[in-house]
């Protein structure tokens, strides 16, 4: 397996490469829609983990979106200062990429609780009942983050440093498909895919499906949580309203239309409705309408999605024992 | 003491309001399991509808600023929404039930116009795209492109009520701008003295005429044959079509009825809180749901109660100092009733099966 030898390398340089051409190739307006679509494919192929292979139902993924923008600008607005001045004889491209990783892992963390938190009471509900309650924490942790002054509460969250860029926008795009892949290719995986199929036959076959929709449920977060860090300090500003349930609708819509249960299905999709929207913004306010009536027509026409469960690589098959 | 009574009259009319628009949602989803969330638009459109009927200069000088004028303006929002609401279910949630005819030529119609509307401002451009759309959605069905009606599923259905949401929010941005309006004042506010109490008339005309509603639903579910048709349908679709009810019949009605309630709360609450916007139904519908979920949904009463107890909680919280969480309040509720009891306050178990 030489390719697995070199995928990281010659990534990382395609990368640096378009950070570096990019803008002077597409303009900036492009550079950023490309930017932000990087961060909603994160949100739509971790949200995809738990609607899509897990099968569980939930509509609060801004919740930890928001949970891991705040807690990485506050880490690195308040802490950040102090940590750079240890690591001062470093050249500053080094101090960036120290404070940005390490607030990521902070965003990955707290999210990563939340999720914990908000998973373990409501996993013990179903369908409708659980979408509901996932929408509930989600505005639950808005209006908490809009109550807390010292992260700017309903004025927004100013002065975060502007750590981010394209490079590292699809460097973490890379490592959540990868990680995401290899998860669901794994043991780990046909538990989530054993309870979305059937989750009775599922505990009877041995699986702990409360263990195994919490871990899904926390993982999904932690990424989600990473998404946000890699947002907060790429637009260098948060607002709460930034994360209304309607940023959870988005990446649902995302994850749906590119075909639940396929991780290309949700790279696509998230690409298609970010760049999709701002293609045709020449049309003005119809554009959004047009977006909705196509929405409702591929649903009722190809509900799997536009890919439906198809997917570019088969999985590694374990040899058989 | 006084606080506290003339708080306690604000929030049941507040949650008087919230029921109203819960009892759509939870009708909705006892004879389909869906979350209806193109509702809370609906609630919106009734709130336009109203302040169109009543800024219309005929109306205005026919019946003036009487009590004819508050009537006809709740009739004409109930209407249009009931209308509306049967459009949705013909045309965005049957087709993924059973086969529906024109559901392509319907939507690319609607495309098509505001293609056309675009291309050159005219009603005539938009007519002709109009019908440009209709004519591909008639050809692509003779052609063979259907609905696909096999993959039923929960996800789906919800897909498809964020979509028309979405679409209805954004049509209202289209036709009436997306800065807010002032609804007019069809009954004039008079603060009216009991004990020591005021209590703004407009507040006891909303709750009268919600309680009034809710009694006449009440009846009209439990004394009626289509009433009965539609306990049958929310109890068991399939055994309800199997005793020859037409079940597809009884959901149109049900949507029509859910709509015609969401209307008359928009009306009522812009009564209450004149500033109407196209996003106006985001929030008081999101909150209308959870008061659904908690007195458990599929339950009518428990619709009721649930809307009374969001709106009482909330007015509390907002006349007790903690304004800036009042967004949060209904959901802090619904979480924790939920986490306690799974079915909602007046909810029935369900039994689960392999």
Redesign the interface.
Known sequence: MRWRLIFWPVLLLVLLGLELSLRGVVGAYWYNILALAGIDIILAVSLNLINGFTGQFSIGHAGFYAVGAYSCAAFNVYAGPAVRGTIAFLPAIAQNAILLIAGLGVAALVAGLAGLAVGIPSLRLRGDYLAIVTLGFGEIIRVMILNIDSVGGARGFTGIPRLSNFFWIYLFVAITIVTIYNLVNSSYGRAFMSIRDDEIAAEAMGVDTTRFKVMSFVISSMFAGIAGGLFAHYTAYLHPNTFQFVTSFQVIIMIVIGGLGSIEGAVLGAILVRVGLEAFRGFGDFRLVNFAILLVLVMIFRPQGLLGSWTLFRGRRKATA | METFLQQLINGISQGSAYALIALGYTML?GVL?L?NFAHSDVYMVGAFVGFVVANNPVVQSVFGSSILAAILVMLAAMVVCACLGMLIERF?YR??RSPVRF??AF?LG??GA??G??IRPVPAAALAGALGGVAIGVVAERFG????TR?S????L???A???S??LE??G??VFGADPKFFPQVIPGRPIAVGGLTIDSQRLVVLGVAIALMVLLTLLVHYTKTGKAMRAVSFNLDAARLMGINTDRIIAFTFALGSALAGAGGVLVSLMYPRIDPLMG?MPG?KA??AA?LGG?GSISGAMVGGLIIGLAEVMAVGYGQS??R??IA??I??LI??VK?TGVMGKGMV?K?
């Open positions: 989803y399991r979350i965005a087709p993924g559901v392509l939507w609607i495309l505001g293609v509307f675009m492109v259907r609905p696909e993959r599923s929960l996800l789906k919800l897909i498809i964020i979509g028309v979405l679409f954004y049509s941005q289209l985001v999101l749901f959870v979920v949904i800036t969480y967004d949060a959901f802090v619904l979480v939920l986490l799974p689960e392999v």
